[in-house]
T-cell receptor
Framework: DAGVIQSPRHEVTEMGQEVTLRCKPI?????LFWYRQTMMRGLELLIY????????DSGMPEDRFSAKMPNASFSTLKIQPSEPRDSAVYFC?????????????FGPGTRLTVL | KQEVTQIPAALSVPEGENLVLNCSFT??????LQWFRQDPGKGLTSLLL?????REQTSGRLNASLDKSSGRSTLYIAASQPGDSATYLC??????????FGKGTKLSVKP
């Protein structure tokens, strides 16, 4: 398996623009997670899905952030409008159940810079 | 609210030295604890996963211990090598299944 795939790997945009990050989980994994990593706050969970349904979005910072999972092999994280403080590395991870015991497999991340 | 702390934030050692990385967490009600490795510009790679009922796990030169009652875990690296240089992250899994991460220890092993 190719592992978790994320695109783009790097994104530079201007404040106010819409940004869409993409993730393809490992085939057969029922859980998908979106994390954000910054120097100040470390790695934080934004949202996770089980069988394409959002389970916990309490980590989504504000209404400018939205995430979807239209099918088992694809998810998007959208920021609209983007702000400089959104600059971070965004990771996607997937996991096979049971969620309480299995490890999570991380993608390489998308480095977002908002100017 | 669960908080995970890792000490030290950075560590530099000569090659061949044995070392210990520390992780502490505030809520002992966890399902498991994982240690990850992160190389610059890369994602996270899982090293060891310790279930809440276990005391330790070993993989090669790595040994991780878990003391739930005191809210502590250690990652022991034997005979360190320059290739071990990376950031090591500790994460606990809470009741909702999500992982809560520490900020990591940046390890540098000098030849």
């Amino acid at each position: 398996d190719a592992g978790v795939i994320q695109s783009p790997r790097h994104e530079v945009t201007e404040m106010g623009q819409e940004v869409t990050l993409r993730c393809k989980p490992i085939s057969g994994h029922d859980y998908l997670f979106w994390y954000r990593q910054t120097m100040m706050r470390g790695l934080e969970l934004l949202i996770y899905f089980n069988n394409n349904v959002p389970i916990d979005d309490s980590g989504m910072p504000e209404d400018r952030f939205s995430a979807k999972m239209p099918n088992a092999s694809f998810s998007t994280l959208k920021i609209q409008p983007s702000e400089p403080r959104d600059s971070a590395v965004y990771f996607c991870a997937s996991s096979f159940p049971p969620i309480s015991t299995d490890t999570q497999y991380f993608g390489p991340g998308t480095r977002l810079t908002v100017l | 609210k669960q908080e995970v702390t890792q000490i030290p934030a950075a560590l530099s050692v000569p090659e061949g030295e044995n070392l210990v990385l520390n992780c502490s967490f505030t809520d002992s009600a966890i399902y498991n604890l994982q240690w990850f490795r992160q190389d610059p510009g890369k994602g996270l790679t899982s090293l060891l996963l310790i279930q809440s009922s276990q005391r330790e796990q070993t993989s090669g030169r790595l040994n991780a211990s878990l003391d739930k009652s005191s809210g502590r875990s250690t990652l022991y690296i034997a005979a360190s090598q320059p290739g071990d240089s990376a950031t090591y992250l500790c994460a606990v899994r809470g009741s909702q299944g999500n992982l809560i991460f520490g900020k990591g220890t940046k390890l540098s092993v000098k030849p």
